[in-house]
């Protein structure tokens, strides 16, 4: 029998503890879920069709309106830190950043910084 790589359970023990169906995933313990949502600001991206399943993977499609024949706009939960960064610029330019003004300043430096790095070749 294949065991998980936590304490060597098998890996329906762990749900079976939670309560949970096999596949179904639990969340975070109250506390934590309420700190997360201190930490979070909603940022509106602009995002191409090409990259708007991708994108699903961070918001739902309930935070999404179309703007255009090509585009919609996301209400993305973003946390200020490195990895929220690099989600939304490893969109590259399928997404543009609409606000907050400090999250679309950031994005423009960090864009910059990464331009620089290919200029002059």
């Not at 997360?36 to 600001?41: A, I």
């Not at 973003?78 to 690099?86: I, L, P």
């Amino acid at each position: 029998m294949r065991t998980s790589r936590f304490w060597g359970e098998r890996p329906s023990s762990c749900c079976r503890r939670a309560g949970l169906a096999r596949g179904q995933r639990g969340s975070s313990p109250p506390r934590y879920q309420n700190m997360l949502e201190r930490m979070q600001t909603r940022s509106e991206v602009r995002i191409h069709w090409s990259a708007l399943e991708r994108a699903l993977a961070f918001c739902s499609w309930e935070n999404t309106k179309p703007d255009g024949d090509e585009h919609s706009i996301a209400s993305f939960p973003f946390v200020e830190n490195d990895y929220h960064y690099r989600i939304l610029l490893g969109f590259g330019d399928a997404c543009e950043c609409l606000g907050p003004p400090h999250i679309r300043a950031e994005m423009g430096r960090r864009a910059r910084g990464m331009a620089a790095l290919y200029e002059g070749q």
